[in-house]
């Protein structure tokens, strides 16, 4: 389960649909709906938040607007809360830059026009995110040539 702490901009098509389709299973498993997938740790940080589903539903949201802005159609009547405009979850700035080198090194491979045009760019965070200060986070997978 790949739930990535960057703006839903930078991704390429694989990347958005996959995030989507993996963020409606996060919400699946916060809500109860399904038995795999219940210890996962990238689901941590929105169980820390007072309604789990909110904030996945904060999540959510911003992958539809951008899934929208490139002519794609994603259920939003799937998404099963309303989110809390003012809702931020915390993101360490370590944690955002290695998410970066992953996803360029995935674009290096499957999209190499997206990544030319993505690589000198800065990494941005999804809009739920509020970056901080610190390492990369302790659920992270981390990859030793990433």
Same mark, same amino acid.
């Given at each position: 389960?790949?739930?990535?702490s960057?703006?839903p901009?930078?991704? @390429?098509a694989?990347?958005?649909v *996959?995030c989507? %389709?993996e963020? =409606?299973?996060a919400q699946?498993?916060? *809500?109860g709906q +399904?038995?795999?997938y219940?210890?996962?740790p990238?689901l941590? #940080? !929105? #169980?820390?938040?007072k309604?789990?589903l909110?904030?996945?539903a904060?999540? &959510?949201g911003?992958?539809a607007?951008e899934?929208? %802005?490139r002519?794609?159609h !994603?259920? #939003?009547?799937?998404?099963l809360? +309303?989110?809390d405009?003012g &809702? #931020?979850?915390?993101v360490?700035?370590?944690q955002?830059?290695?998410?970066? %080198? &992953? =996803?360029?090194k995935? &674009?290096?491979?499957? @999209?190499?026009? %997206?990544?030319e045009l993505?690589r000198g760019?800065?990494?941005e *965070?999804h809009?739920?995110f509020?970056?901080?200060?610190?390492?990369?986070?302790?659920?992270?997978?981390?990859?030793p @040539?990433?």
């Open positions: 389960m790949r739930m990535w960057l703006s901009k930078v991704l @390429d694989k990347g958005i *996959a989507w %389709r963020s =409606l299973l699946a498993v916060l *809500a +399904t038995k795999g219940t210890h996962h990238q941590d #940080r !929105f #169980r820390s938040c309604d789990p909110v904030a996945v904060g999540y &959510l911003p992958l607007d899934a929208d %802005r002519g794609y !994603f259920d #939003r009547g799937k998404i809360r +309303t989110a405009e &809702l #931020r979850i915390d360490n700035d370590q955002l830059a290695y998410e970066w %080198r &992953l =996803l360029l995935k &674009l290096e491979n499957r @999209d190499s026009a %997206r990544y993505m760019l800065q990494e *965070a809009p739920l509020n970056v901080v200060p610190g390492p990369i986070a302790s659920w992270e997978k981390v990859l @040539d990433v």
